[in-house]
């Protein structure tokens, strides 16, 4: 087989892992029982080595598609034959307690919907990355795969046989016939309980109902609530049950460019995504999964260094130690190596964590829940340290590798995180040094405004004494540093809006995060537009809307240029690449977040110009 685009897959979880199924029927990536587990299916790294998990039809001039069930996260895969048309229908089950049966099932029917198909099914585990050699044994309900730390039992009401170290088989099924396999994690080995249709049929039910309550708490009733519903509905699956975290993507080591070494571990929890995380949730109504998420940040405060300061990313479960290692047996996507686990960004200095934490709990302080005094003495703790250290060169927002800068988004959130303490201490009169943070943070704005401006180009710039431009400027307006109508915002916006090729971010309508060629960030390669960077000016352009109807005009325009770079079921990647394809990890959380922040807005502007 070959590697599927990025762009082919769509995903189906349980809020504690999910799997990415191809257009081909392969689940070509699945960690177990964790987001941030080993895989037992990755030949998404690995097409020969990773392991897979395949139903698909067979025959000549066999053609796919794929869409959601409604308002679901419940995955079809539909087959059309010269025989006729078949369908498998993937989810894992939600909303059991573990006691019940189907807690945790992976469960994929088959189906002929008309005339006749033939499908061939391969479950080939590959343990812990595939480093782990397993067992493989026929059983009377179906298969075990028995590795060192793992089993896993597949029940399936098709006869199996062994073929190396997976099962195979293939079968036919004639119009209305349907059947079904369910792979679970196998507690005891001893027993095989045959999985009943009736048992199977109303875990399906369950699980669209679950999903179809779930996504009617949104408010949001905008021009594009199709597209806000399914972001909406894979951040839930983003979201780690048990502790409220946020993973950034489902994957790990997709690359940014194909071949080249940009290829990072996304499936942990970031602090900076949780300004973005509750605003875009709380804007659309699921306040319960926003205070779950300000529930895991403040579990972080509580948890942090001795001198105060975070670590800038965590595990799902709050673990701090993401040593990163390469797995140097995997051949990565397309040949994209290294493949990474773990991630070494978090030890490094990014000061702009502060400002994206304070902005989350002054929201949710605002629109949700006031939050506690006890959380206030940690958050201030936090807002001291920034006082003490703000002025120091950091690794910035895109975790360079290049060595520390002043980088201008540094500074601008560190502005935000004694701005939005200041908010909040006197919305809430607690105890604060005022003075001392109020003097700082008016030190930082004329700072930013002296060293972050380039006078010649026109423009803020990515850090001081630099004459290269960086999408993350376009944040300012959105954190209410300066007016989106300012001239100098104007003019980064304009500078920012020009072709790469003329010096500015923009390539065939979207924004590149900065120019790799004029940004010493450490690597090598070339990597496609930023998504969120694309929706980050949408914003900023709406925001200048409210002076000049033509930037409303242009943000309408390119939010639904960005709308058409989604893959066949609304999701996307970290970037765009050249030819349109899907670049880095999938599906990205932070894109998701920002497409939902800007449709909001977007609609909001819109409806009170019309």
């Known amino acids: ?14 809020m504690q892992s999910v799997a990415l199924v191809g257009m081909n029927g392969s689940i070509d990536w699945l960690c177990l029982p964790r ?25 000549e001039r066999v053609k796919s598609q794929q869409f959601y069930w409604p308002d679901t996260n419940v995955l079809v895969t539909r087959f059309f034959a010269e025989t006729g048309i078949g369908d498998v229908v993937d989810y894992m089950t939600v909303g059991l307690r573990p006691d019940e049966p189907g807690y945790h099932w992976l469960i994929r029917r088959v189906r002929a919907v008309r005339g006749s198909m033939t499908f061939k099914l391969i479950c080939r585990p590959a343990f812990n990355y595939g480093r782990d050699p397993h067992d493989t044994k026929l059983i009377g309900c179906g298969a075990n795969f028995i590795s060192k730390d793992l089993a896993l039992e597949l029940t399936a009401h098709v006869p199996l046989e062994i073929d190396g170290d997976g099962v195979v088989s293939e079968f036919t099924l004639q119009e209305e016939q349907t059947t079904f396999v369910v792979l679970q994690q196998d507690r005891d080995l001893s027993t095989c309980d045959i999985v009943e249709q009736q048992r199977a049929d109303e875990l399906f039910l369950h699980t669209v109902q679950f999903w179809r309550h779930w996504v009617s708490q949104c408010t949001y009733t905008g021009r594009w609530r199709e597209m806000v519903h399914r972001s909406a509905l894979a951040l ?6 048990p502790t409220g975290g ?28 949780a300004a973005f995380t509750i605003y875009a949730l709380m804007r659309i109504g699921f306040t319960e999964e926003a205070a779950r998420f300000m529930h895991w ?20 479960d709050g673990r701090k130690d993401l040593t990163e290692i390469t797995l140097d047996h995997l051949e990565g996507y397309k040949g994209s190596r290294p493949v990474r686990i773990g991630n070494g960004a978090y030890n490094q200095l990014q000061l702009d964590i502060y400002g994206e934490l304070m902005d989350s709990v002054y929201l949710f302080n605002k629109y949700g829940i006031p939050i506690s005094y006890d959380f206030w003495t940690q958050l201030r703790r936090l807002v001291d340290w920034v006082c003490d250290n703000w002025n120091q060169p950091d690794e910035g927002v895109w975790e360079v590798r290049g060595g520390p800068q002043h980088f201008v988004y540094s500074r601008l959130m560190c502005w935000v995180a004694l701005d939005r303490a200041l908010r909040l201490a006197n919305k809430r009169s607690f105890p604060a040094d005022r003075l001392r943070w109020e003097r700082i943070r008016d030190q930082i704005y004329e700072e930013i405004m002296d060293k972050g401006w380039n006078e010649q180009l026109q423009t803020f710039v990515q850090a001081y004494g630099s004459e290269a431009l960086d999408a993350s400027t376009l944040i300012m307006p959105l954190v209410l540093f300066l007016a989106p109508t300012d001239p100098r915002m104007i003019k980064t916006l304009e500078a920012i809006s020009r072709p790469l090729r003329q010096g500015g971010l923009m390539m065939g309508g979207l924004v590149h995060r900065y120019d790799v060629h004029k940004t010493d960030d450490g ?6 537009t930023f998504n969120i960077c694309s929706f980050w000016m949408v914003e900023a352009m709406t925001r200048a809307g409210a002076a000049d109807p033509i930037w409303l005009e242009r ?15 609304g999701l996307y990647a970290e970037q765009i690449g050249s030819s349109g394809e899907a670049l880095g990890n999938f599906p990205q959380a932070f894109t998701h977040l920002a497409l939902i922040s800007a449709a909001f807005n977007l609609d909001r502007a819109l409806g009170q110009r019309d």
Do not use: C
């Open 1 to 14: 087989m070959s590697y599927q685009p990025i762009e082919n897959y769509g995903i189906i979880g349980n």
């Open 35 to 59: 987001f941030d587990s080993p895989s037992i299916f990755g030949a998404l790294l690995d097409d020969e080595k990773g392991g897979r998990f395949q139903i698909t039809a067979v025959g």
């Open 236 to 241: 839930k699956l983003l979201t780690y049950e």
């Open 246 to 273: 946020i993973i950034a993507a489902a994957t790990t080591s997709l690359p940014e460019g194909i071949g080249g070494e940009r290829n990072w571990d996304y499936r942990y929890t970031w602090i900076r995504d």
């Open 297 to 316: 940040i403040e579990e972080r405060t509580h948890d942090a260094n001795p001198d105060g300061s975070l670590q800038l990313v965590y595990a799902i």
């Open 523 to 528: 690597l090598k390669g070339e990597e496609g």
């Open 555 to 569: 943000a309408r325009l390119m939010f639904e240029e960005m709308l058409g770079y989604s893959n066949h079921l």
